[in-house]
């Protein structure tokens, strides 16, 4: 007698099947926003130096732009 597997376990099963052969995709997922940060954060930084804030405190381009290229990266890959 076999014990049907609940949804979830389907549908988990599912995806390892269908990304078996093409790993790369989930391996890109975390590795795009690094080089975003990498070519925007130090390529741009460069020339923009740290970004002024309201409250009149200075922060490096670096960690300005971080968050927003991870939310880019988290809604390309959604």
């Known amino acids: 007698m076999s014990v ?3 949804r979830r376990f389907r549908l988990v099963e599912r995806s390892v099947v269908a990304y078996r052969r093409n790993w790369w995709i989930v391996l890109s997922g975390f590795f ?3 080089f975003f940060l990498f070519g ?3 390529g ?3 020339l923009v130096g740290s970004v ?3 409250d009149g405190q200075h922060i490096p381009y670096q960690v300005f732009v971080a968050p ?3 939310a880019v ?5 959604a």
């Open 4 to 6: 049907a597997l609940p």
């Open 44 to 46: 741009v930084g460069s």
């Open 68 to 70: 927003a290229l991870m």
């Open 32 to 34: 795009e926003p690094v």
């Open 52 to 54: 002024s804030l309201p």
């Open 40 to 42: 925007v954060g130090y």
């Open 73 to 77: 990266s988290a809604m390309n890959g």
